[in-house]
């Protein structure tokens, strides 16, 4: 069985601050961990993805994540927010399958982002 | 590329009645799934096709809800006697293969009153 847990369902942060949203995962197979984003009533864009390599991935405007295996963690950090940065973040696992991914997302309970002025 | 289409946006329908929702996947992509959206559950998966044949609907309630997808530009999602706690955003997804990147619509918002 996987699982992930986003363990702030709500983070507050000051525009031009820095942000660091937690994930924690639970995978039997091979992790391959993603980053969404949602808006209000719009659907998820992917901010980044990791596979494999690198722990640290780059992804648009200026998210990074850092993987650990050690830990089972997948954070989410951004240096400086700007306030359309609020939203709702998701931490999503899809695990390994036959011929790859599994093709099944699982999803983080999501942490509502909110930047003020 | 106008990524992955779902119709209608938002549906209201009576309870006991059928709603169907529509996926139109980007074209090419060969992997379509449908998930549900609820504040209580969070994101949930419902159902998954590759090449048009069901790989995993280990997610479906297994009464008055069905997919298909009968050919490659678009899946339905099909839900028969509807009842209140059916409400939620419907989401459907495309893939390339399924191994790759997955693009999600803007979802179907169903109440059923």
């Known amino acids: 069985a996987q699982s992930v847990t986003q363990p702030d369902a709500r983070v507050t942060v000051s525009e031009g601050a820095s942000l660091q949203l937690r994930c924690k995962y639970s995978?039997?197979?091979?992790?391959?961990l993603f980053w969404y984003v949602q808006y209000p009533r719009q659907g998820l864009q992917l901010l980044l993805k990791y596979y494999s390599g690198d722990p640290v991935v780059q992804g648009v405007n200026g998210f990074e994540a850092e993987f650990s295996k050690s830990n089972s963690s997948f954070h989410l950090r951004k240096a400086s927010v700007h306030w359309s940065d609020s939203a709702v973040y998701f931490c999503?696992?899809?695990?390994?399958?036959?011929?790859?991914?599994?093709?099944?997302?699982?999803f983080g309970e999501g942490t509502q982002v909110t930047v003020i002025s | 590329n106008a990524g992955v289409i779902q119709t209608p946006r938002h549906k209201v329908t009576g309870k006991g009645q059928e709603a169907t929702l529509w996926c139109e996947p980007i074209?090419?992509?060969?992997?379509v799934f449908w998930y549900r959206q609820t504040i209580v559950q969070g994101l949930e998966f419902l159902t998954y096709f590759r090449n048009q044949a069901p790989i995993d609907d280990s997610g479906m309630p297994k009464e008055r809800f069905s997919a298909q997808m009968p050919n490659q530009s678009h899946s339905t999602l099909k839900i028969q006697s509807t009842q209140p706690q059916d409400s939620a955003v419907y989401l459907c997804?495309?893939?390339?293969?399924?191994?790759?990147?997955?693009?999600f619509g803007s979802g179907t918002r169903l109440l059923v009153i």
């Open positions: 995978s039997s197979g091979t992790p391959y």
């Open positions: 999503v696992l899809s695990a390994e399958g036959t011929g790859g991914l599994s093709g099944k997302l699982t």
């Open positions: 997804a495309s893939s390339r293969d399924g191994n790759s990147d997955y693009t």
């Open positions: 074209s090419g992509h060969s992997a």
